[in-house]
Structures are given as structure tokens and as C-alpha cells.
């Protein structure tokens, strides 16, 4: 399951790799919350042809004024997103706040960065793999109770997670 901290994290990868930026920053405006970020690097007005398309946020300086800077579009079950600028850290926050998209886990676990959750479907209900990758025990509050699948013990409430453990919950 791809969350927003493993994107946020893969975005801060991917600005490493890349090297030296180009000293041009141009603002951009968000629709929704109504807040500027920066881009560099590159910067591509869009133009949008679908119907159902949305623009989420214009650019808001230089020759660039009020031309579309990121789009969204829906197309069958889901959402594709074009942004026609470089990704940094505060600019890719605003396009998941603009997203729409609520956290599967938020109504029953508080999941820190450190654990990756990853969901798969099975014909008797949804199983979650929770895998703690750090070498400390890491702590998870389950709101609801679950079952670890694996050991048959009940988690409700703070349990601590041992260095590199993995549960299963079908929930």
C-alpha cells in the first residue's frame, strides 16, 4: 500500500539523485487549501482537454500567471495527476491534500512512518501485513481491536512492535 510517507520518502530520494537544480523558482498556487509552494528545475504550462479534468493548481508568477501547473483528471475508479513541474517535498504534500484520498487505516490504527502496512484482499476479508523494518521495537496504537493472525494474540490499544517483527491482521 502506497501512503503518503512512502511517497513523501520517495520524492526526498528521487531530489537527491537528481543533483544540481536550475536557480529558477517560480511560485505556485493551490485551489484547495489556498497556499503557495515553490517549484525548479522545470516548469510546463498544461493545457487541459478532459471534461471531467480539474486544474489543482496554477502557476502564480513570471510569464507562467494563472496557466495551469498541476491537473487532475478522473478516469474509471481513479484519478491521474500531471504535474508540469519539478516534485519537491511541500508541493507534492499540497497534491495529496488535493487528492480526495482518505487513509484505509486512519479509522482503526495510528501507523507510524516506521511500519509499512501492506493490504491484500482475500475471499474471506482484507489481510494487513504490518512489518517493523527498524531494529527497535516501534509502537502502534490499534483504536479497534484486531488479531494477529500469525500468533492468534488479540492487539487493542499501545503494543510495541519488536525490532523487524511482522503481523498479520485480517480486518
Known sequence: ???????????????????????????????????????????????????????IAKYNSDYYVD???????????????????????ENTRLILDNLDRNDPLQSWVDVPKEIEVV???????????FLNYMNKPIQVNFREMATDLLSGNKLEGEINFKPYEVILVRK
Open 1 to 55: 500500500m502506497l501512503n503518503r510517507e512512502v511517497l513523501l520518502y520517495l520524492v526526498q530520494g528521487a531530489g537527491r539523485r537528481i543533483g544540481k537544480t536550475s536557480a529558477e523558482s517560480v511560485e505556485i498556487l493551490f485551489k484547495d487549501p489556498g497556499k503557495y509552494a515553490k517549484t525548479q528545475v522545470f516548469n510546463e504550462i498544461l493545457k487541459l482537454n478532459a471534461e471531467k479534468g480539474e486544474v
Open 67 to 89: 496557466e495551469a501547473a498541476i491537473t487532475k483528471v478522473s478516469v474509471g475508479k481513479g484519478q491521474v495527476v500531471y504535474c508540469g513541474t519539478f516534485l519537491t517535498n
Open 119 to 129: 493490504k491484500r484482499k482475500s475471499d474471506t476479508g482484507n489481510i494487513y501485513l
